[in-house]
C-alpha cells in the first residue's frame, strides 16, 4: 500500500446511520475496481473501508456506516469533521473486478456493502462492458437502503444490469422482495456454478453466503470478497 495525504472534501449524512465521505488524493490513487483503503488514524491504528468510487476520478469516495452505538467507524467520521486532511493508505484487496472475464457476474451487498458494489458497477459503465449482471442489495429496512435511486437509475439505464433489491421489513408499496438476502438468492438460482460471484457486507453474512454457495455448486476461484481472508 501506498501512503497518501487527502483532503477531506465533504462529509454527508445519507441517512442517521451512513455517511458519504468525499477526499482529495493529494497524489495519484491508483487501484482497481472493488479494492479498499485505510484511514489512518493512528501509526497501529488503520482501518479499511471500500473505495465507492470508480477508478480513474479525481475525488474517493467512501460509505461509512457509523451509527451512534458503533464506536469504531463514527471515531472515523469525528476525526474527519475535525481535520482539514487525513493520509490514507492505498490500495489493498484482492477482490477487484476482473475485467477480462466474460461469465455472468453476480453482485452481492449487505448494509454498506454496497459501496465495494458501487465501484465494481461504475467501472463497468465506464468501460462500456455488457456482460451479464445481477445486484442484490440486501438490507432491513428501505430506509437503510441509503442510494436505492443510483442503483435504480442504472437498472433502468443499462439493459446489461438488473438490480433486485430485498428489504426484512417492506413498507406499503415496496417495488422489490422482501426477504432476508441470502434465503432470496437461494429462491431465485438453482445453481451458481457459472458465475463470478462478487460480495461485500458484515462478516457473518458473508461467511453464509460462502457455505451456501458451496452448496449450491459455486466455483470458489470465482467467488471473490476481501472478508474471506478474515474469515475461515
Not at 469516495?61 to 486532511?85: C, D, F, N, W
Amino acid at each position: 500500500m501506498n501512503s497518501i495525504r487527502c483532503k477531506v472534501l465533504s462529509i454527508t449524512p445519507f441517512n442517521d446511520a451512513v455517511y458519504q465521505v468525499s477526499l482529495a488524493p493529494e497524489s495519484p490513487l491508483e487501484f482497481k475496481a472493488g479494492q479498499y483503503l485505510c484511514v489512518v488514524m493512528g501509526e497501529k491504528d488503520k482501518r479499511p473501508f471500500s473505495i465507492a468510487s470508480a477508478p480513474g476520478n479525481d475525488t474517493v469516495e467512501l460509505h461509512i456506516g457509523a451509527a451512534v452505538s458503533e464506536s469504531y467507524p463514527m471515531q472515523v467520521i469525528e476525526r474527519l469533521k475535525t481535520e482539514t486532511h487525513i493520509h490514507i493508505e492505498a490500495p489493498g484487496g484482492d477482490a477487484f473486478l476482473r475485467e477480462d472475464s466474460h461469465r455472468p457476474r453476480l453482485l452481492i451487498a449487505g448494509g454498506t456493502g454496497f459501496s465495494y458494489i458501487k465501484s465494481i458497477v461504475e467501472q463497468q459503465i465506464a468501460l462500456g462492458q455488457k456482460v451479464e449482471t445481477t445486484l442484490y442489495w440486501g438490507c432491513r429496512t428501505q430506509d437503510a437502503m441509503y442510494y436505492e435511486s443510483i442503483a435504480r437509475q442504472w437498472h433502468q439505464a443499462h439493459p446489461w444490469l438488473h438490480f433486485v433489491p430485498v428489504v426484512e421489513e417492506a413498507p406499503e408499496g415496496w417495488e422489490g422482495k422482501t426477504n432476508n438476502l441470502l434465503a432470496q438468492i437461494k429462491a431465485d438460482f438453482i445453481s451458481l456454478v457459472s458465475y463470478d460471484i462478487y460480495i461485500a457486507g458484515r462478516f457473518n453474512m458473508v461467511g453464509a453466503a460462502r457455505e451456501l454457495f458451496r452448496e449450491m455448486g459455486v466455483d470458489e476461484a470465482h467467488l471473490y470478497g476481501d472478508a474471506f481472508a478474515f474469515i475461515k
